[in-house]
């Protein structure tokens, strides 16, 4: 009890100030305590508007890998035979059944089904089966009963070997009939020889744009120049820069460099060819059945 009187007697000597800060300071522990205890201080992380954008589309985007890692290439229609290192990857062949491919086309030797095409290469069953829908043989293959009745498969071979025709008297028909030569190809051979005119060599044929070697040898088996009377001839003495450019052989970088060579030296005369910068030398004998002096 004395301790009691003590205290308020202390507390009473204060003066009024004093007491006042004494229940102010009560007073905001008191309110300092009640907000730690109602409120809850654990921390969020704060997500600007890119973060949010970005959440939201997440779903879309693992959607799109998901379609990645399941996308199949689309294979188009081919001819087995002519399948190379890269496309035979692609189509899911190993190493050994590629060169095992491509050894027997060595020997000019030419699968005609889908199960020659196993007996040779010995892919596998499932592998087959998925490739084999894509497979395009010749028409002739396809119809290989209608041209048995009148001939054997060895017949048929000799008789082509025999009828060679001239290639600048070629129709799309006759070479088409040419066995790696579809609707396209021919149409290209066609499409050069109309530039110029005739085809002056079958060495040509190496510069038309999707031609195998096997295939162009097949075409050397069944045509040959005979007639050089419709070729068009360029006189590259006169003929500007954009006439020069025309020119299947020439392109404009070259015909720019004729024009300058014949300002500074006159005319060009068939010797002074190998003298002018980036003219295809190799092709010299040909190209020059092509020009006027």
């Keep these: 009890m004395t301790n009691d009187n003590s205290f308020l007697r202390s507390i009473l000597s204060y003066s009024k100030s004093q007491r006042i800060g004494i229940i102010l300071l009560i007073i905001i522990i008191v309110f300092c305590q ?4 109602f409120n809850d201080f654990r921390t969020f992380d704060t997500i600007n508007k890119e973060e949010t954008n970005w959440l939201a589309n997440q779903s879309l985007i693992d959607s799109l890998k998901l379609q990645g890692k399941q996308y199949n290439p689309t294979i188009y229609p081919f001819n087995p035979n002519f399948i190379t290192d890269f496309k035979g990857y692609k189509l899911g ?4 059944e590629i060169d095992r491919l491509l050894a027997y086309r060595k020997q000019n030797k030419f699968v005609n089904s889908a199960t020659e095409f196993q007996k040779v290469t010995k892919v596998s069953d499932s592998l087959l089966k998925v490739i084999s829908p894509y497979f395009k043989f010749p028409d002739w293959v396809k119809n290989k009963k209608e041209y048995g009745s009148t001939y054997s498969k060895k017949e048929f071979y000799k008789a082509e070997k025999i009828s060679v025709l001239d290639i600048n ?3 799309k028909e006759d070479l088409m009939k040419v066995y790696g030569i579809g609707d396209k190809i021919s149409d290209r051979i066609l499409e050069q020889k109309n530039k110029l005119g005739a085809f002056a060599s079958m ?8 031609l195998s070697p096997e295939v162009i040898e097949k075409l050397h088996q069944h045509f040959e120049v005979k007639s050089t009377s419709k070729i068009k001839k360029i006189n590259i003495n006169n003929a500007s820069v954009k006439e020069l450019s025309q020119f299947p052989f020439f392109k404009y970088a070259l015909a720019k460099e004729i024009v300058i060579y014949r300002s500074m030296n006159g005319d060009v005369k068939i010797e002074d060819l190998t003298k002018i910068k980036g003219f295809p030398v190799d092709k010299i004998k040909i190209i020059a059945l092509y020009l006027e002096f």
């Design 203 to 210: 060495e040509q044929m190496q510069d038309i744009w999707g």
């Design 93 to 96: 062949m190993s190493v050994e």
């Design 169 to 171: 008297e070629a129709t």
């Design 34 to 37: 009640g907000f730690y205890h």
